[in-house]
């Protein structure tokens, strides 16, 4: 039965960036028909949680944590896998929710990551030239000709392996993975085994002595943001993301029922393009990647498509500018958004404009530079008086060997021992937790005054500009 989606919908008349050239029309359209006839992955109730738990973050008081693979791939959709990403984002959650004094919105890049936008559309191997690989949601990694040929058959699978990963995550979520005192007892491990003990230490103890205080108090850590868990991946394939996108209830609003939250990257957010169309037709809260080539306008004209109603929490920016970058192209975004009173979050991407490649052409990303982006954006939002409302990160749950450096630092000899991803390198369980520490200092010091450290004379309900600090001075 051929299924016929909403006039709203039809991205076909408008161009379409980084979409696969499938080989056969026919079984493309039986597979649209088949997804379209599939049960929703996430309901539209959720969808509209999360908006509220961001327009707690365009308010200043929620910080975003969302993480995890750069790509899914069918062959690690196991229950270990699964358990360590999730356990991994509980953890830096736990750091984070204390540094900033904020509950955290855990989003995970899960459920759904299964397709990459490449620089090239293909690569050539000893003279040989095949399509590249665009994630497991497209073609295999094997290069071969059949391995690199685009099939739709792909895409089924791509919702079949997320809803077996929504269906554990739950699960994992539901049996008391989420339970704060058990995540702490992992980060005090962690932080006993580091060679960064004596820093770790301290923000680790000073949790235990909240715990403690909460204990002798009766009380209990609040239990609505800890156990919530959303997922999010990049609305790339719109032969994936067309047909599950439905009304939410009877004539109401559309709602892509694949994720909760969809973002769009830096090469597919063109203004006049089938993404941005789409995007803008959806009800789930939307974000969009801004790299070095964005500029204010940019900016502005993204919040004129996707967010006109000017509703908080709908929109999120998230900024991938590099370590070199940050400090000189973010204030401008900043401040013009600002000006025009749009409620967006602000969102650090510290891996994408930190990508390098060694002498002997591997792939990779230095945790110092990771952590100077985190820590410019911060200062960035410390000199304008604005909320850095939460972090964007490619991460694994398992010790990869795939960005240099680190409190167990890796170095170039080790990349080869464990490089596991096929798209772009992603911190280890180490790393995550050592930018989660960073991030919870940076939170520490940037928390706003408090009422009545605040001069009198400012304009009430307008952020108050501190000085800005010299680089580094947050590290």
């Excluded at 990551?113 to 040989?128: C, M």
């Excluded at 290069?143 to 699960?171: E, W």
């Excluded at 990508?355 to 000199?383: S, W, Y």
């Amino acid at each position: 039965m051929h299924i016929e989606h909403p006039p709203e919908l039809t991205w076909v008349s408008r161009p379409a960036q980084q979409q696969p050239c499938w080989p056969d029309p026919v079984s493309l359209q039986h597979v649209r028909d088949q997804l379209a006839a599939s049960p929703p992955l996430v309901l539209a109730q959720e969808c509209d949680l999360l908006t509220q738990r961001l327009a707690a973050a365009c308010r200043g008081e929620a910080f975003l944590l969302q993480g995890g693979d750069c790509a899914e791939t069918f062959a690690q959709l196991d229950a270990a896998t699964i358990h360590s990403k999730i356990t991994t984002l509980l953890q830096m959650a736990t750091v984070l929710s204390y540094g900033a004094a904020l509950p955290v919105v855990k989003v995970g890049r899960l459920a759904g990551q299964y397709a990459k936008p490449r620089s090239q559309p293909t690569e050539t191997r000893d003279g040989i030239t095949l399509p590249a690989y665009r994630g497991d949601a497209v073609n295999a990694r094997e290069f071969t000709r059949a391995g690199r040929t685009a099939d739709p058959q792909r895409l089924l699978h791509t919702y079949q392996a997320s809803a077996a990963t929504l269906n554990l995550a739950r699960s994992f979520l539901g049996n008391g993975l989420a339970d704060l005192r058990r995540v702490h007892l992992r980060n005090q491990d962690f932080a006993a085994c580091s060679p960064s003990h004596p820093r770790y230490a301290a923000l680790t103890g000073q949790v235990e002595q909240a715990f403690r205080f909460m204990d002798a108090c009766g009380a209990t850590p609040q239990r609505a943001y800890a156990a919530e868990f959303f997922v999010s991946h990049e609305g790339l394939l719109l032969d994936y993301e067309a047909p599950l996108t439905r009304a939410g209830r009877t004539a109401g609003p559309l709602y892509n029922v694949g994720s909760h939250m969809l973002w769009l990257g830096d090469r597919t957010r063109g203004l006049g393009h089938a993404h941005v169309a789409y995007f803008a037709s959806i009800r789930n809260p939307v974000a969009v990647k801004l790299g070095p080539t964005a500029t204010p306008d940019d900016a502005l004209a993204l919040i004129d498509k996707l967010n006109p109603d000017q509703q908080p929490g709908r929109l999120t920016f998230i900024t991938r500018f590099g370590a070199s970058h940050v400090r000189d192209k973010l204030p401008g975004l900043v401040e013009k958004v600002t000006a025009s009173g749009s409620p967006v979050v602000w969102v650090c991407d510290p891996m994408h404009g930190n990508t390098q490649v060694t002498a002997d052409k591997v792939k990779t990303r230095d945790v110092d530079d990771i952590l100077d982006e985190v820590t410019g954006f911060f200062e960035v939002h410390r000199e304008l008086g604005t909320h850095p409302g939460g972090i964007h990160v490619e991460l694994t749950g398992t010790d990869v060997t795939e960005c240099l450096g680190g409190s167990h630092p890796i170095t170039p000899a080790d990349l080869h021992s464990r490089y596991e991803s096929g798209c772009d390198p992603r911190l280890n369980h180490r790393q995550a937790l050592d930018l989660a520490f960073h991030v919870a200092d940076l939170c520490l010091r940037h928390r706003p005054p408090q009422p009545e450290q605040v001069s009198r004379s400012a304009q009430p309900n307008r952020p108050v500009p501190l000085q800005r600090p010299a680089k580094g001075e947050l590290r």
